[in-house]
């Protein structure tokens, strides 16, 4: 049930809605994993995107590391997220697993499956920290979309993924100065730090395995909304 204190999107007035997010801290019972192949079953897209790490560090970065992604809404942060994942997937022979905190495992995660191919990535819904933890033994890259609706600092995140040998991609929301939300602690926790802004351009803002570059990683797609 949604939090009466915020904003009601029926009255357009503010002080009475906000909707109730998902934690991983709620103690309820978790979603089984479910394998990209499922999902692209219930899609009909299909489209292909560039490697964006390869795009945005062409000298390669040392793994395991912890790369942050962030940028305002529309600026393809989770389809930078899966892309990259499955790249890594396809390169590396095995599977990587996705929190999707963000978004669920809704029609918009299945579009994105089907267009980016991702069928070797795993995918799970979580709302406890030792569900966390038994479901990503197994991964060599865990993917988490998003640091604010996971309800985990990004600290907590590094020590059991990349502290452990995984490689570890966190998306992160803005505020309104459009650094990290909630502070740029992620920033300074992560090996590489990169903003995206709209209109398929980026900027890296940290890497300690090489050089930082900006520019444009992706053209936009006609008309089509991605986040």
């Known amino acids: 049930m949604p939090i009466w204190i915020g904003f009601c999107p029926t ?40 490697d ?18 962030y940028g305002p809404p529309g600026s393809f942060k989770t ?25 669920g495992l809704g029609v918009q995660l299945q579009d994105m499956v089907h267009r980016f191919e991702a069928t070797k990535m795993h995918f799970r819904m979580v709302d406890t920290w030792p569900d ?25 995140w590094r020590s059991v993924t990349t502290d452990h040998d995984k490689t570890l991609i966190l998306v992160s929301q803005v505020n309104s100065a459009g650094d ?14 990169i903003e995206l802004l709209p209109g398929g351009k980026f900027i ?7 050089m930082c570059s900006e520019g444009r990683w992706v053209e936009p797609v006609g008309s089509e909304v991605l986040s």
């Open 204 to 210: 890296v803002r940290k890497n300690r395995s090489g």
């Open 52 to 69: 964006p790490v390869k795009t945005l560090l062409p000298n390669g970065v040392g793994l395991p590391c912890m790369i942050v992604v």
């Open 180 to 193: 990290v939300k909630g502070g740029m602690s992620a920033s300074h926790e992560a090996d590489v730090a």
């Open 132 to 156: 966390v933890l038994s479901t990503i033994e197994p991964y060599r890259l865990v993917v988490v979309d998003s640091l604010q609706k996971s309800g985990v600092s990004a600290d907590e």
């Open 79 to 103: 389809s930078f997220a899966i892309q990259a994942a499955s790249a890594w997937c396809a390169e590396k022979g095995e599977s990587a697993i996705m929190f999707p905190f963000e978004m």
């Open 11 to 50: 009255c357009q007035r503010s002080g009475q809605f906000r909707p109730l997010t998902r934690r991983v801290h709620l103690s309820k019972p978790s979603s089984p994993i479910v394998k990209g192949v499922e999902l692209v079953k219930r899609s009909s897209r299909n489209w292909i995107w560039p």
